[in-house]
């Protein structure tokens, strides 16, 4: 027999549709479960295991009644709902039908009726599963849980857009600055434009000692408070060389400029690299320029 745990292997969402035809038929959410676990299921359906003359029914031909003996499933969708948990118990068609389905062949009006729920009949953890079994990445649930606001999910796209996506917190950025998921971080493009630059740590023979990656925002400030930040964490370090590649398709020439400072150039303005265009840019910060008090 198959049990309710093995049937939630994929997740299953059941509804109730009453009140009526026209603009009185409503559809509520019922909660993640399968359909033999709905009340009217316990407590008012009957398999039907006996004859009119009361002789056993083999089990693969029975079927699924009403307390007046009308069928509601007949043997082949009763396997069926046992073995899945998908099913429909129409006791009265719009005025009182449930039934369940796999939250992956969701329609967008019963994603929506989820997510608008008002009773409560799933937890956070299990709406957040549940969206990502319909398809929705963990980015487009972050910001989406972010806004409070699931009901404009399926134009998350639209809140994507806004936001710049990184592994890790920029240098003196405040907590109210940004919101973390799943270990990734989310800034608003036009409040910081945050961007990762590629950074060589150089000793006094302009050798490099350390390399990696780093998210900094793009003013001249930013940019030095992530150097100072690099500078102060290596005592070997004398110099710093960070380098970017910006898209032609979100920055022009004259808004880049804006945070070069004098510690920045564009090394090349037109890069092409996989059909994409891009301007590269480069910064040089001396150890004596981001840490003077070290000289005094």
Partial sequence: MTTNFEKKEKMIAMFW??????????????????????????NH??????????????????????????????????????????????????????????????SEE????????????HTEFELTDALREYGFSDEEIAVANYFNDFEDLL????YMSYYEIVDAKPVGLDKD??????????????????????YFLKDSNNNVIRQGFVDAFLTEVGIEETAKFLCEENDLC?????????????FT???ISNFLGLQGEITDADVEDEGEHYFDVSFYFSRKYLLPEENE
Wanted: net charge negative.
């Fill in 238 to 250: 004398q110099g710093i060389d960070l380098s970017a590649r910006f898209s032609h398709k979100r």
């Fill in 17 to 42: 549709i009453h009140g009526g035809g026209g603009n009185r038929r409503r559809v509520d959410f019922c909660g993640f479960k399968a359909i033999d676990e709905c009340d009217d299921w316990t």
């Fill in 177 to 198: 600055d940004y919101f973390e998921r799943n270990g990734k971080f989310y800034y608003e493009f036009g409040k910081f434009n945050v961007h990762e630059f590629e």
């Fill in 110 to 121: 019963e994603l929506m009726i989820i997510v608008k729920d008002d009773y409560h009949h």
């Fill in 155 to 158: 134009e998350v796209n639209d």
């Fill in 45 to 106: 359906t009957y398999i039907k295991d006996e004859d009119e003359d009361g002789n056993p029914i083999p089990e693969e031909e029975q079927e699924l009644t009403n307390c007046r003996g009308n069928v509601l499933m007949d043997a082949e969708d009763l396997k069926t709902a046992l073995e899945t948990g998908i099913g429909t118990l129409d006791f009265d068609s719009d005025y009182d039908t449930t039934y369940t389905t796999y939250v992956s062949d969701l």
């Fill in 253 to 255: 020439e004259d808004k």
